[in-house]
């Protein structure tokens, strides 16, 4: 559709880098294009042999037959012209990221039995120790018995092909060899992808061209066909948020539809500002975590200031929140240009719609946020199975935060009671709860090679089970909860839920990433904080006059209940402190694997009595 909207407008752009060593300006290529470059890497692909067919064998005497390709590399052009290449030619992606691990990598590149990967430079040598580690064998044997054995696998498993980045190397093999394109059907399968926080082995989620067909097909004649969030060709989106995730896959496809454009990162998101202000943006996605940094730093910047330049804030955001919840709109006449308008540039100063998914985002960050940038902030609910977004809050002169809004019109659900959790959820409540369930034409068709897990999910009336608690508000919208499961029994036989006592310590200016566990051997938790760098820093040169602190310092700062959020009041680890236990999207990986295990073990008998529960 973007090529019959907008052939010869900007489609992908990347920052160029001057003669001195800085970044440019973004530098555009169309639509028609990509088109050629995504057209001639696919045939290129096939006529290459680099994505032979594999037959799969079923379980169940089925067997399905794919060309599967791998991509391992930070957002970029060549994601997606890689991408839009298997489509065209009937390719199913497997995207790769670097919190994955090793372990989960080799798994991937096994079960899909992939002969090629694009990877760029950054993502390459962590490809290679995965593909070296696959070769190893255990300790313990002869030499010569694990040459022997290494040169039988290497005859036995597929080879891999690296392409490296860049067009000149990565299209050399694959132009000039022009094969006509084979649009698929809506069932066949161009991407698997892992779903965020996934536990064990990792589950490939088969998405049909039918899938993401409805995906955009849903936004565009239900939320952005009501006034505000309307998208046309002269809309931009910056990509920053991983393309191994399906929801920034969504949001580009979306943008490609209308003929928007989309800019990528430069690749290191602590200058993500400056490649905001250089693009200017139309359209911003996140996720909470970054939207309660921003919060974090304009509170504590203000610390800083007189107190007539905190009061004049203060009533300046006070009245905006005054407007924002009676009315819905998150402009003011007379604070914007006084106060606000600086925020809205360090954005570009185009920014009309935000948009926040992946994680709940706190109701009081998400008004904070709207008054601070000027523009609405819709927030999502979705998952990986279901495409991305199922529910959305498209009425942005909704002022009731707290919710994730409506179906979108491609789903139907239900709630289901819940009886087997710490609270008993009934659909016969005043407000209805109960474990969300989704049926539809974006609900993806099963887990690769997995009829197990794949009937675990959806049962046999079509009801995707979502795993999470919801109500039903009588505004029709709906409000996540809980989760059904995610807990565990400590030896007391008291009942913990671990992200909630997360979520209260992420609210320390102190967290920057927090993971708690228990063994139902023991009575305590143990938690695994990383601790944000410049307000550590910070604190420390301020009172203690040094650069460096020791866990019991840390566990001092969590007793404060004024950093720590409360603590009293308890009724998510993605950079990778223990090994890739984290997902880039800002979820909590909660299965350990590998040596992992006994990493927690560790951490449980030496922080007895350390930390304060």
Known sequence: MGVGRSAEGPCLGTRVVTPDGRKGDYV?????EVER?????????LNGDFVPLRRFEEPDGKSISMRCIGIFARNREEWVITEHASNAYGVTVVPLYDTLGPHSTRFIL?????????ADGDCLGKLLDALEQKQQHGE????????????QKEREEPQHDIVLEGEPTWCLSLTNCSRRWSPSTLFATPQASEPHGTTGSPKGVMMSHGNFVAAVATAVEGPLSEFGLHLDSSDCLISY??????YERFCENLFFSYGGRVGFYSGDTHKLLDDVQTLKPTVFCSVPRL???IEERVTNSLQGKSFLARSLFQQALAAKIRRLRSSGVPQHPVWDKVVFDKFKNLMGGRVRIMLTGSAPLDPQTLERMRAFFCCWIVEGYGMTETMGASFLTWNVYDNNPGQVGGVLPSLE???????????????RDSIPKGELCVRGSTVFAGYFRNKKETENAIDKDGWLHTGDIAALLPNGGVQIIDRKKNIFKLAQGEYVAPEKIEAVYMHSRFVSQCFVFGFSSETSLVAVVVADPDQTLQWLRETRGTATASSRTLAEWLEDPGDAGHCNSIEPYSRGVAGGSGCAAG???????????AGLEGLRTSTKGLLPY
Request: with cysteine; net charge neutral; charged share 25%.
């Open 28 to 32: 555009w290529k169309t639509y028609r």
């Open 37 to 45: 470059l995504a057209l001639e890497a696919g045939s290129g692909l």
């Open 241 to 246: 948020l991983p393309l191994a995730h399906v």
């Open 413 to 427: 659900f239900c709630l289901l009671d819940v009886s087997e959790t710490m609270n008993k959820y009934s659909i």
């Open 140 to 151: 313990g044997q002869k030499q010569q018995e694990q040459q022997q054995d290494e040169q």
């Open 110 to 118: 096994g079960e899909t039995q992939m002969k090629t990967v694009v």
């Open 587 to 597: 979820h909590t990986r909660r299965h350990a694997t590998g040596g992992q295990e």
């Open 291 to 293: 939207f309660q940094r």
